[in-house]
């Protein structure tokens, strides 16, 4: 550890900022953030003495004491979307040894390959009419109706939502849609190792390959696998179809048959689409993103998408020939797939690179044959672009940070004899230097603020335990009724029954709520309610999930009470002044759902979760707009699974400066939450301490031995408002 301090100019001002280098970078202009509200996406940190930028790779025990603060404007800022940003090029030297290591392979190649033009095209020329029958209308629409498409769109806008982005344009939609339909398909198609019986439904065993018959022949099934089962010895069959209708059909496969049906979704859907083809035995998929400007990688066997690195860095493949296949074309975009393209070059070994270009420029030319110069010009343009794109990745650094997993699809013991496994500790996405996140999560302390009104009225009107608990498991079911409605057009009426009675007389109580969800009630002549959507339908989209959970634990703590009176109108029924809407910096985190925001929206659904994290991590949270709250207590919920994850030893910190130094707000040690879901209320033992950031320190998980993996389900931090605690 080496303490520094740091005078930091900007915007006319200068900045004193004491900094530990054991905190890693992304603190560093968390600081800053703290200090100059700029972003930390939106900074540029230089020397004030020699101009040499700041970055990741810097030694920070070493850099100037004197730094400057720039903050970039929205155009460079978005530039970064290209990942040709400076932060990525290597260096010169770097730049040189890799050239002349091309340049070596490339001359070896020369001696060990001939122009062996004819078993590439073997290779390739099959799938080239296997993606036209994406093109057909009939095909699209047959993969269409497969698809809730309502849900999807909800959830891609939910996913905006939960990213502060209500409004987003058409690319950004299109691109959020994209992901879920990737995480659709993913949990709808089933991967085969040996296919269950026909007859039982027991398990098979492999008999070796059999003869297609017609009907398996129609559908492009040139293989035929046979199964025996192990307890009634009937055969089954496993035809490999070719045909992606036949695949909406049967929904199962191997990587083949997954790739093949997901582009054909993806085409069906309006996306430019390549299938992907990999000469050492994979198949997935690569679509353009406009939001992007560029293609992006769709594994839809692994659910990853965007990380083209993946089959090298972590499968450990040992690729050559990556080829993308689509209507206009045919392409060599290996280089997307390695950084070790010297070694990719010694392995591509069946014809020489100018006899490959040679044979994917001719296919490319028959495609193209028929399209109009307006198109013709358009895609040259952007073939242009993606070879200059190759080329910027080809020369750039890995994203250290960025830990990738073995291969998760198909049976262990397959998966080790390919070599592709990993291991069991790494098997997920994972980032160890996350950005500053913002938490959209002004509704969730909306909702529990909304409740402290219906359990006053409850409690005026002198309801006991029994009819409380009917009223509010009436409104759940209401809920529950609008939420299986369009999202786009929810409503649902409540009829005259008993309990809507008393419903009809509370309804007043429940309008801070109804504002909270963003909808709105009327009460009809005839004694019935309508309840509809208020406003945006993607505000109540990122609510409903909230306020089920919290009725759900409203529910439970009504059963806790002795009795209703105004004493209870306090903790645990009544939880006010949720601190809310403030920026999240992790130690590490889960991609794409293990984000550390997880933790603070609210739901049961989600959870922060830290890959490296059982001996020792952290999470800081950032008051927005730096204003000073005391924290009175905080409220930790145990995730949906794995209790040897669970938080047990932490510290937790306030700072009155924006985490530059911290004090101890709470200690504990030898925690254990019983249960999933569960819900632990900490009062924090060192009060009246005015802070903007706080940080937990969690020490060691429930079961250090069994797990590398830290997790936790959701934070919720309360706040002294009025010189009143926000709970008793």
Not at 41 to 47: E, N, R, S, T
Not at 515 to 534: C, H, P, Q, T, V
Not at 556 to 571: G, Y
Not at 687 to 708: C, E, G, M
Request: charged share 30%; glycine share 4%; aromatic share 10%.
């Amino acid at each position: 550890m080496v303490a520094r301090k740091f005078v930091v100019h900007h915007g006319g001002s200068a900045f004193d900022l004491d900094y530990d280098t054991d905190d890693g970078f992304e603190v560093l202009k968390f600081q800053l953030f703290s200090l100059t509200s700029v972003p930390p996406d939106q900074q540029k940190i230089v020397g004030a003495d020699d101009n040499r930028e700041v970055s990741d790779e810097s030694d920070l025990e070493s850099i100037s004491d004197k730094l400057r603060l720039v903050s970039i404007d929205e155009e460079e800022t978005s530039k970064e979307m290209d990942k040709s940003a400076d932060d990525f090029v290597i260096s010169d030297e770097e730049l040189a040894r890799k050239l002349q290591a091309e340049e070596d392979a490339l001359m070896m190649q020369q001696f060990v390959t001939s122009e062996n033009r004819e078993q590439v095209e073997q290779r390739i020329r099959p799938y080239v009419s296997q993606v036209l029958m994406y093109e057909d209308p009939h095909r699209q629409e047959a993969a269409r109706k497969t698809v809730p498409v309502d849900k999807l769109e909800e959830k891609a806008m939910v996913a905006l939502a939960r990213e502060g982005n209500l409004k987003p344009a058409k690319d950004e939609f299109d691109h959020a849609f994209l992901l879920q339909l990737l995480f659709w398909f993913k949990q709808s198609f089933r991967w085969v190792n040996s296919p269950p019986c026909d007859s039982c439904n027991n398990e098979t065993i492999n008999q070796g390959m059999g003869v297609a018959n017609q009907s398996e022949s129609l559908y492009g099934a040139s293989r035929v696998e046979l199964y025996r089962c192990k307890t009634c010895s009937s055969v089954t069959r496993f035809p490999r179809y070719n045909d992606p209708l036949k695949l909406v059909e049967t929904r199962k496969g191997r990587c083949g048959e997954w790739a093949n049906c997901f582009t054909l979704y993806c085409r069906a859907f309006g996306y430019e689409s390549r299938l992907v083809l990999d000469f050492t035995d994979h198949v997935w998929t690569e679509c353009f993103s406009p939001y992007l400007r560029r293609w992006m990688h769709l594994d839809p066997c692994e659910g990853i998408y965007d990380n083209p690195l993946l089959y090298e860095k972590g499968w450990n493949k040992k690729l050559d020939y990556v080829i993308a296949l689509a209507r206009d074309g045919v392409y060599d975009v290996i280089k997307r797939y390695t950084r070790k393209w010297h070694e990719v070059l010694s392995r591509r070994v069946i014809t020489t690179e100018p006899a490959l270009a040679s044979i994917i420029t001719d296919i490319t030319r028959e495609q193209r044959k028929n399209f109009n110069s307006e198109t013709l010009l358009k895609l040259s343009e952007r073939d242009k672009s993606e070879a200059e794109e190759l080329e910027r990745n080809l020369f750039s650094k890995d994203d250290a940070s960025i830990s990738l997993p073995g291969r998760q699809s198909g049976d262990k013991q397959w998966r080790i004899s390919r070599s592709e496994f990993g291991s069991d500790e790494h098997c997920s996405l994972s980032s160890s230097s996350c950005p500053v996140r913002k938490c959209a999560d002004e509704h969730v302390t909306k909702i529990y603020n909304a409740f402290s009104p219906i359990v006053r009225q409850l409690v005026e009107q002198g309801s006991d335990k029994s009819t409380a608990k009917e009223v509010v498991e009436f409104f759940k079911r209401t809920l529950v009724s609008l939420r299986n409605t369009p999202f786009k057009t929810r409503r649902t009426a409540v009829n005259a029954v008993p309990t809507s009675s008393l419903f009809s007389k509370m309804l007043p109580s429940f309008g801070q709520l109804f504002d909270a969800l963003s909808l709105k009630s009327e009460l009809g002549a005839n004694g019935a309610i309508s309840i509809s959507l208020a406003s945006d339908p993607v505000k109540t989209s990122l609510a409903l999930p909230v306020v089920f959970h919290a009725l759900d634990d409203l529910i439970v703590n009504l059963n806790s009470c002795d009795k209703l009176n105004k004493e209870t109108i306090s903790w645990p029924l009544v939880k006010l002044n949720r601190i809310c809407s403030g920026f999240v910096l992790a130690s590490g985190e889960e991609l794409p759902f293990g984000i550390a925001t997880s933790a603070f929206d609210g739901t049961r659904m989600s959870k922060w979760e830290e890959p490296n994290g059982a001996t020792g991590c952290w999470i800081i949270y950032k008051v927005v707009d730096n204003h000073m709250h005391e924290l009175v207590s905080y409220e930790l919920m145990s995730a949906n699974d794995a209790p040897e994850r669970d938080p047990m030893d932490w510290i937790l910190e306030g700072s009155g400066d924006g985490g530059t130094s911290w004090h101890i707000l709470d200690k504990r040690t030898s925690e254990k939450f019983d249960k999933r879901y569960q819900r632990k209320t900490y009062q924090v033992k060192s009060q009246s301490f005015l802070a903007n950031a706080f940080r937990f320190r969690f020490q060691a998980v429930r079961d250090v031995k069994s797990t590398s993996r830290f997790q936790i389900g959701n934070f919720d931090l309360y706040m002294k408002a009025d010189g009143v605690p926000s709970t008793k």
